[in-house]
């Protein structure tokens, strides 16, 4: 009864184990960062995913990838991979974006352990993305589906962080393979959640040694600046 009535209502009914329960609970107090700890010593979590399609209502999510930035360092070895458990394989064109097949897709981890495991991975740093709405919707949504949780974080979108720090390319570039190829990054693997990850981590290199040189001083000034660019793009 109480499962049909939260169905009703629009809240999912979530079934975890107690032992997933309680590494629910020691994680709800690192789903908040401090956004004034300073650039030099953090630690933020580049991330991407990868999902049926680009529909943000009736699409899901289906892998994500995701790599740590360590004190102006990529840290390879700290660095996150996970396909999510599918009950049906998303069709054969989908599949040919992404690479990931109908078996792998079968054989991944139950959502709810995927989710647990890289919120754990997550430890409370602070994200950089690509078109961070995209991201951020697909994970909120998969977190409220399978954990019943509303997941919000601390996120900075290269898209409009990079054109603030690198306003002469501000308006020639606009997709994430502009900027990897102005840059020199390459990227073997495209559409792979861990290698555009670790491209778009690349990025996030450029954008901090930028903005130390701007002498932003925190995360929240990167956040102050991905605002600005926002507001100047609307204006126009």
Not at 16 to 33: M, V
Not at 120 to 143: I, N, Q, S, W
Not at 175 to 183: E, I, N, Q, S, V
């Amino acid at each position: 009864m109480i499962r049909k009535l939260l169905a009703h209502f629009g809240q999912p009914a979530v079934t975890l184990s107690a032992e997933q329960h309680l590494r629910l609970d020691a994680l709800k107090t690192k789903l908040s960062i401090d956004r004034k700890a300073g650039l030099g010593g953090s630690r933020i979590v580049v991330v991407d995913v990868e999902t049926t399609g680009l529909n943000l209502a009736s699409d899901h999510l289906i892998a994500i990838g995701a790599v740590a930035i360590h004190n102006g360092h990529i840290a390879l070895a700290d660095s996150f991979e996970e396909v999510l458990r599918q009950k049906t394989e998303s069709g054969k064109a989908n599949i040919l974006v992404h690479g990931i097949g109908g078996s792998a897709q079968r054989a991944g981890l139950p959502p709810e352990e995927a989710l647990l495991a890289f919120l754990e991975y997550l430890d409370g740093a602070p994200f950089f993305a690509f078109h961070v709405a995209f991201d951020e919707t697909m994970l909120r949504k998969a977190c409220k589906k399978f954990l019943g949780i509303n997941f919000r974080h601390a996120w900075v979108d290269l898209a409009y962080l990079l054109p603030e720090l690198f306003p002469d390319y501000a308006k020639k570039y606009h997709a994430l393979d502009d900027w990897l190829a102005h840059f020199s990054i390459g990227n073997d693997a495209r559409h792979n959640a861990l290698a555009d990850a670790l491209a778009t981590a690349q990025l996030g290199l450029i954008a901090l040694r930028a903005a130390r040189a701007r002498r932003a001083p925190d995360f929240k000034s990167l956040q102050n600046m991905e605002k600005a660019q926002r507001w100047l793009n609307a204006s126009h």
